[in-house]
């Protein structure tokens, strides 16, 4: 057996800097943030929130300020409840000393369009959202969502993933941070388009009945490469990119 094995051992903590040194990247990148339990359910009780603290809603945050785009599927936001996307000021400050904006840009991928304007997600939102959906997509959603959205057509019959993320680009999005749900991810992993996973994983053990982190076509198994480990009151902060 060639294999080798190490032993994570328990370092200093790490300061704000030091996070943001430790996730920041240059460049277009299609960044995957997700939490887990131990035996791999995507949620409690119905919801992600069930499986996170204190030190994954800090690293959550903190791959928000780092992203140009937050993605998301429709899904997601609904069963969420996703407000607007908002940061506080010091984080805001730090956007700006980057030169970037004040805020991400929420963007939203629905093939139904079958989304509330009202949401605060949308009419909450310091910067105009994005909603992205194909050809077929009901026209009178389209125009109830033209007032808070800008709504892009990709696709004839289904979401163009590629293109998609091509058009985003063109629009100063390069760093898109993706957060479900496992549809949306499943359907990027499926077409190659996941540069970065990172994963917590929370100390609970939940039982049968919650689903994975992925879900929808199958494609290929794809190599990743690890590139850290944190840990925090039991919670362990993955992160997996490209090799």
């Not at 629905?110 to 959202?129: E, I, Y």
């Not at 992205?132 to 997509?137: C, D, K, P, S």
């Not at 289904?158 to 941070?177: C, I, K, M, N, Q």
Request: aromatic share 4%; charged share 20%.
């Amino acid at each position: 057996m060639s294999a080798s094995l190490s032993r994570l051992e328990p370092g200093p903590a790490l300061d704000d800097a030091a996070l943001v040194g430790l996730y920041r990247t240059d460049g277009p990148l299609t960044r995957v943030n997700f939490v887990t339990s131990v035996d791999g359910a995507v949620e409690l009780d119905g919801f992600s929130a069930g499986l996170s603290g204190v030190p994954d809603k800090k690293v959550f945050g903190l791959l928000r300020m780092l992203c140009d785009g937050l993605v998301v599927g429709a899904g997601t936001l609904r069963h969420e409840g996703y407000r607007a996307v908002r940061l506080n000021p010091e984080r805001r400050a730090w956007r700006r000393e980057q030169g970037l904006t004040e805020y991400p840009t929420l963007v939203v991928f629905s093939g139904t369009l079958d989304l509330n304007p009202g949401q605060a997600a949308f009419a909450d939102a310091p910067v105009r959202p994005i909603v992205v959906t194909h050809g077929l997509a009901p026209s009178d959603r389209r125009r109830a969502l033209s007032g808070v959205a800008e709504v892009l057509t990709i696709g004839d019959e289904t979401v163009d993933l590629a293109e998609a993320l091509v058009r985003l680009r063109e629009r100063g999005l390069a760093h898109l941070l993706c957060e479900g749900g496992p549809h949306l991810f499943g359907s990027l992993a499926a077409a190659d388009l996941v540069d970065e996973v990172c994963l917590t994983v929370s100390p609970l053990v939940t039982g049968p009945g919650a689903g994975r982190i992925t879900a929808g076509p199958a494609g290929p198994p794809k190599g990743m490469a690890l590139r850290h480990v944190l840990e925090s009151e039991g919670s362990l902060f993955l992160r997996y990119t490209r090799p």
